[in-house]
């Protein structure tokens, strides 16, 4: 009853450095979504994914990569950290309805210094 | 573009005090509308939802009906409690499956 899980929950980037965000889902979901938090600006959405090898650029993309290689994980890279990145990171899925509730991951907290 | 208009916050009330947060909407579309909780520390989880026009959407105590009209969605309680304190997101959902946010409205419930 995993729902849907983040790793890592925490991370901390040196300007320049790149890495990758894991978000697994285990309820056969189509769609997958990937948005950033930010006070006062609330949830962005950054990339988002219809199905197995689909990707989209939402509201914020740039700075930021995604694959969905497999349909139950969606990555999101950073090539180059900067630190306008600073965010919490959160991942979603939702099933093929467009009325379907969206189930969230405990988010990626992630500082670039 | 789609977009959900909050009102800002944070809100601030006494326990049992009647709530209310203000949600509009514009959309290109025929929208579902959706509210999100936020406790500290978590990530979102659905609260209600509605998706046609004079729907009302119900839990927890909490409701918000769904008006074509006023393009409005606003969240109501008659009697909140401590637990209530949250972050609360009014989001939309239309064309592509993109779920669209609010900026979220912070409620602080005191005893």
């Known amino acids: 009853n995993a729902g849907v899980t983040q790793t890592p929950k925490f991370r901390v980037l040196k300007t320049g450095q790149s890495m990758t965000l894991l978000c697994a889902q285990d309820m056969n979901h189509e769609y997958m979504y990937w948005y950033r938090q930010d006070p006062g600006m609330g949830l962005r959405l950054i990339h988002y994914s219809v199905g197995e090898g689909t990707t989209a650029k939402g509201e914020v993309p740039d700075g930021y990569n995604v694959s969905r290689l497999k349909k139950q994980n969606f990555l999101l890279g950073l090539e180059s950290a900067a630190p306008s990145q600073t965010s919490v990171y959160f991942c979603a899925s939702r099933g093929e309805r467009g009325n379907t509730e969206a189930f969230f991951g405990q988010g990626t907290r992630l500082t670039v210094v | 573009g789609d977009s959900v208009t909050q009102m800002e916050g944070p809100v601030t009330l006494s326990e049992e005090a009647f709530l209310t947060i203000n949600c509009t909407y514009t959309a290109t579309g025929y929208p579902s509308l959706f509210w999100y909780v936020q406790y500290p520390g978590e990530g979102l989880q659905l609260l209600l939802k509605?998706?046609?026009?004079?729907d009302k959407g119900s839990n927890k105590g909490f409701e918000a009906t769904y008006r074509k009209e006023t393009t409005s969605f606003h969240l109501e309680k008659g009697s909140v409690q401590v637990s209530d304190s949250a972050v609360y997101f009014c989001?939309?959902?239309?064309?592509?499956?993109?779920?669209?946010f609010g900026t979220g409205t912070r409620l602080l419930v005191s005893p």
């Open positions: 509605a998706t046609k026009a004079d």
């Open positions: 989001a939309l959902s239309v064309r592509f499956q993109k779920l669209v």
